[in-house]
């Protein structure tokens, strides 16, 4: 079982930029693919980053190369440096947990509850 948390949304202005953390607990932290999804109103929860154990990562075209993810194993926490944020870029961003090496969303088991970011033009 793992309980994920976020922290680190707020409002900002566009160019601006804001760094996410997510804290885990239980022991197995290090043995997950942590991943970062977003879900804006109206619309389906989308990928943004994800993390392997081994520290490989991968990004949406949308976020590649303005956000960062990384994560530190001894203080059982994920993050997401954003910056040069867009409008766009507004949404419920969640941090999950995963088995897998994948960014589906249906593959993750352990979602926290998000933290909402605004970006205003």
């Known amino acids: 079982q793992v309980q994920l948390v976020e922290s680190g949304g707020g409002l900002v202005q566009a160019g601006g930029s804001l760094r996410l953390s997510c804290a885990a607990s239980?022991?197995?932290?290090?043995?997950?693919?942590m991943g970062w999804f977003r879900q804006a109103p109206g619309k389906q929860r989308e990928f943004v980053a994800r993390i392997t154990r081994g520290g490989i990562t991968n990004y949406a075209d949308s976020v590649k190369g303005r956000f960062t993810i990384s994560r530190d194993n001894a203080k059982n926490t994920v993050y997401l440096q954003m910056n040069s944020l867009k409008p766009e870029d507004t949404a419920v961003y969640y941090c999950?947990?995963?088995?897998?090496?994948?960014?589906?969303?249906?593959?993750?088991?352990?979602w926290g509850r998000g933290t909402q970011v605004t970006v205003s033009s």
């Open positions: 239980g022991r197995t932290f290090s043995s997950y693919t």
């Open positions: 999950a947990a995963s088995s897998q090496f994948t960014s589906a969303p249906a593959a993750y088991a352990y």
